[in-house]
């Protein structure tokens, strides 16, 4: 193979109109791009995790009060939309998903060189900029794994597959906790702030490194077509309506901002609300203790594959949304372990509700999958408007009674589990997914499998003598 034709092999533009074999992958075909692409998902919940740690250390080595230092929630998440339905969806819409995972890279890794002279400066602002820089970098990065995820093999294990990658996002969130929890809690305030510096400069090495993988990488991309084919197999064909009146969808971007937004608010007050309620708890013993949550969190995601091997996983999303809200509502009121042991079973229910909501909000979409990935990724912009509105409460009161915020975003986001398992014309194209067998009885008949080019369907190919490639 000469260089040309490696370059041309691996070249970033994918033809949106011409269907391929992406959307009939079998399990093991779509092994390798799944376990690729499932290192994103620990990548950001690494730098979460890490964010929720920060979040207290900027606290005691700069000297800010609680609602301040949620402005590196704010920065973080406020990115998102920018990406999700800005210049990442632009990318993804015209070019592909290996493109934008490969752009979201480069943005994380140049945030992370960004933070270290602004560390070395004790700049809170220059690391909030460094932040926003690094949240865009994630939010291309999540504008292009979730669907990818959700649509790279056969459409009835959608939900146990996005479960499955998001777990190791939970694993990314218990590593950074207990990392920070030696690193950054027990040395000195000025050795601390080093520590974090080459911190992010590893942290950049690694996702530089990445992007350079994923450009090497033949994964195969999944286009407009694809999905509007696979939207007719299943008779879930919602995209026969225009994308401003796809209302399951908008919907599903509501409930996603108020559930991200609690759960952030939940997190990234953690440490704080345990050293408030619980005087035998120092800094580094709260940290490990968040690792602790988070690893429930972690835990609560393969439970919930589990029970979607068996139920239905709008049930499933019903059933722990609802765990949510009764117990986060003790946390309120209860002090000591009591209360923090309530906001463990909260993380535990919490676990699946992310990557579901995303599965079912892109139930049917078809064609407008690309688009429509980027309004359920922009309600992760609720991490950067709740944690603010709980900071300013626990200023004002106390930790423990600021936990009533995220509790009344938790029962605006049961809204839409309550109509994907109540309401029709919500429930019927999810349900219709969860019975077909796309990417389970081989390949389909219209599909060239290497240059991606147009076939005829099976009942038009009959009708038909030759057929360009």
């Not at 608010?265 to 968040?290: C, E, G, H, K």
């Not at 009764?326 to 676990?351: D, H, N």
Request: aromatic share 14%; proline share 4%; glycine share 8%.
């Amino acid at each position: 193979m000469g260089f040309r034709e490696f370059i041309k092999r691996r070249s970033l533009k994918a033809n949106d109109d011409r269907r391929t074999k992406a959307a009939e992958l079998t399990l093991r075909e779509s092994l390798y791009p799944i376990c690729l692409v499932t290192i994103l998902f620990f990548l950001w919940g690494f730098s979460y995790g890490l964010l929720d740690t920060l979040n207290k250390h900027f606290q005691n080595t700069l000297d800010i009060t609680k609602s301040r230092s949620s402005g590196l929630q704010a920065a973080y998440f406020g990115a998102y939309p920018l990406a999700s339905l800005g210049h990442a969806n632009w990318i993804l819409r015209h070019y592909g998903y290996r493109a934008t995972f490969i752009w979201g890279l480069c943005l994380y890794g140049i945030g992370a060189l960004i933070a270290f002279p602004c560390i070395l400066a004790k700049s809170f602002a220059g690391f909030c900029m460094a932040i926003f820089v690094i949240g865009n970098g994630l939010g291309s990065l999540e504008t292009a794994a979730n669907p990818y995820i959700t649509v790279c093999g056969p459409p009835r294990y959608a939900e146990i597959r996005i479960n499955i990658s998001q777990a190791f996002n939970g694993i990314g969130t218990v590593v950074a906790p207990v990392l920070g929890s030696y690193v950054f809690f027990t040395f000195d305030d000025a050795t601390a702030l080093r520590n974090v510096q080459w911190v992010y400069i590893a942290i950049a090495i690694f996702v530089f490194v990445l992007a350079f993988v994923f450009f090497l990488s033949v994964i195969p991309e999944i286009t407009d077509a694809d999905m509007a084919f696979q939207a007719t197999e299943t008779h879930a064909n919602a995209d026969d309506q225009p994308f401003w009146k796809q209302y399951r969808l908008f919907h599903a971007a509501f409930a996603q901002f108020c559930y991200t937004g609690a759960q952030i608010a939940i997190a990234s007050y953690f440490i704080n609300y345990v050293r408030d309620t619980q005087p035998l708890a120092d800094d580094p013993m709260a940290s490990r203790l968040l690792a602790g949550a988070q690893g429930g969190f972690a835990a609560g995601r393969f439970f919930g594959v589990i029970l979607m091997k068996w139920i239905r996983p709008r049930w499933v999303f019903l059933a722990f949304l609802t765990c949510c809200v009764i117990f986060v509502a003790p946390s309120i009121t209860q002090r000591g372990w009591t209360g923090m042991s309530m906001l463990y079973v909260t993380l535990f229910f919490e676990s699946i509700c992310f990557p579901t909501i995303v599965a079912l909000g892109m139930r049917g979409l078809g064609r407008h999958t690309k688009r429509g990935s980027g309004w359920l990724v922009a309600g992760v912009m609720g991490g950067a408007c709740v944690p603010p509105l709980t900071g300013v409460a626990a200023d004002a009161h106390n930790t423990a009674l600021a936990m009533v915020v995220p509790l009344c975003f938790f029962v605006a986001a049961v809204s839409y589990a309550i109509a994907v398992n109540f309401v029709p014309s919500y429930r019927d194209p999810a349900d219709a997914f969860s019975t077909t067998e796309v990417g389970l009885t081989g390949h389909h008949a219209g599909a060239d499998e290497e240059s991606g080019d147009v076939g005829a369907i099976a009942d038009e190919k009959a009708g038909k003598s030759e057929i360009e490639a």
